[in-house]
């Protein structure tokens, strides 16, 4: 039971470039989030997911975009990536409890 | 404006002592609270939580204490140990949702 998995763990991006992060659960559940955590900022959810073939916007979506094809899978999207951008990504499941299990983490730096 | 915020960024604690941290949310509608533990490198894992229902819940070393009126939440660890140094979030939800609203942390550092 691998738990919620994410790759890469790390990337290096010029400004404009794309990329997508993937996020896999084994747990079999319905929900799936996108975190950005920055320092004194906590974790902020970019985007999440209630199923299969569901997206809906969080808190700081923008410059984002993020698709669930597979129940176990959920990817992150970085069409023209920004310094701004430059942070730790966390994938993280639920369902049924509130409590949510957290992938390891992705660092993104953003040159 | 953030609504779950922990107002300490660091604490340090001798070894044996009690490690309390604190966290003040502004939200009404938060109904269920959670703290998360996370070291260096790895990602957030689940520590305790506490309903709304509740003032207090323990487990172990851990226990979280709920002060409605105060719309505060406070998470003691006794004894500290220095494996318990980490960064510790405090996360609520509203409405018997799964979203979750974290505080921004607060560096834990148990000293020997």
């Known amino acids: 039971n691998a738990g919620v998995t994410q790759t890469p763990k790390f990337r290096v991006l010029k400004t404009g470039q794309s990329m997508t992060l993937l996020c896999a659960q084994d747990m079999n559940h319905e929900y799936m989030y996108w975190y950005r955590q920055d320092p004194g900022m906590g974790l902020r959810l970019i985007h999440y997911s209630v199923g299969e073939g569901t997206t809906a916007k969080g808190e700081v979506p923008d410059g984002y975009n993020v698709s669930r094809l597979k129940k176990q899978n959920f990817l992150l999207g970085l069409e023209s990536a920004a310094p701004s951008q430059t942070s730790v990504y966390f994938c993280?499941?639920?369902?049924?409890?509130?409590?949510?299990?957290f992938g390891p983490g992705t660092r993104l730096t953003v040159t | 404006d953030q609504q779950v915020k922990q107002n300490s960024p660091s604490l340090s604690v001798q070894e044996g002592r009690i490690s309390i941290l604190n966290c003040d949310y502004t939200n009404s509608m938060f109904d269920y609270f959670l703290w998360y533990k996370k070291y260096p490198a790895e990602g957030p894992t689940f520590l305790i939580s506490i309903s709304s229902i509740k003032d207090k819940n323990e487990d172990g070393r851990f226990t979280v204490f709920l002060n409605k009126s105060a719309k505060h939440l406070s998470l003691h660890i006794v004894p500290s140990q220095p494996g318990d140094s980490a960064v510790y979030f405090c996360?609520?939800?509203?409405?018997?949702?799964?979203?979750?609203?974290f505080g921004g942390g607060t560096r834990l550092m148990v000293k020997p």
């Open positions: 993280a499941s639920s369902w049924p409890s509130y409590e949510q299990y």
């Open positions: 996360a609520a939800s509203a409405n018997a949702g799964n979203m979750l609203t």
